[in-house]
């Protein structure tokens, strides 16, 4: 059984377990739950950046980050590669929308870990960077928003998009990006995103 450190509200999380589930292989993860913050023992022994999430392997080692542990469960199970082995498609398409989407997902996190802080200037100039590049991020989604939810980068935006929703559910994005609404509504309702949403609190 692998392990997978973790904590519910994640995006990054997310996107594991819903690489999990795509590839049929969740039932083999015990999820424990993991305060990264606080850096238990437990997690620095397994990750020295005290970061979330982490998978240990069936055979005790320690994978970090998102997108190491996504590529490792798809060498598992019997499904359709979530990742391309080759070809432009891959670094053009998939890998790139993977990189857009976790980047959405580091700014917007970044935004959250700071809300309640005292703000002067440079916080200020820091916020509103991080915000920028979430709606850029969400205007080239649109542009090219993803077929279906068959690879990582179609997963990755996904969570992007709900993080947002759990997170700044007061900055709506749907309406400056309807052809990227339309798709998250389809894809929602499909096992990965369904069974992996954000807690409602």
Not at 45 to 61: A, V
Request: glycine share 6%; proline share 9%; net charge neutral.
């Amino acid at each position: 059984m692998m392990k997978l450190l973790y904590s519910p509200s994640s995006p990054f999380v997310r996107k594991v377990m819903a690489c999990a589930i795509a590839r049929g292989i969740d039932n083999r993860i015990e999820a424990v739950p993991t305060d990264p913050h606080s850096s238990p023992e437990a997690l620095l022994k397994l990750n020295p950046l005290s970061k979330i999430p982490c998978l240990i392997t069936e055979s005790g080692e320690a994978i970090y980050d998102s997108p190491v542990i996504c590529e490792y469960l798809d060498s598992i199970g019997e499904a359709n590669a979530l990742f391309p082995t080759s070809g432009t498609h891959r670094w053009v398409r998939i890998s790139t929308m993977h990189a857009l989407a976790d980047g959405i997902m580091d700014a917007a996190v970044a935004r959250r870990m700071r809300f309640g802080k005292p703000l002067d200037a440079t916080r200020e100039a820091f916020l509103a960077r991080q915000k920028a590049a979430v709606e850029r991020g969400l205007a080239a989604l649109e542009a090219d928003p993803p077929g279906g939810l068959t690879d990582i980068g179609a997963i990755a935006v996904g969570c992007a998009l709900g993080y947002l929703d759990f997170r700044f559910a007061d900055e709506p994005w749907r309406a400056a990006h309807p052809r990227l609404a339309s798709w998250f509504a389809q894809v929602s309702e499909l096992p990965p995103m369904a069974r992996t949403a954000p807690p409602k609190s």
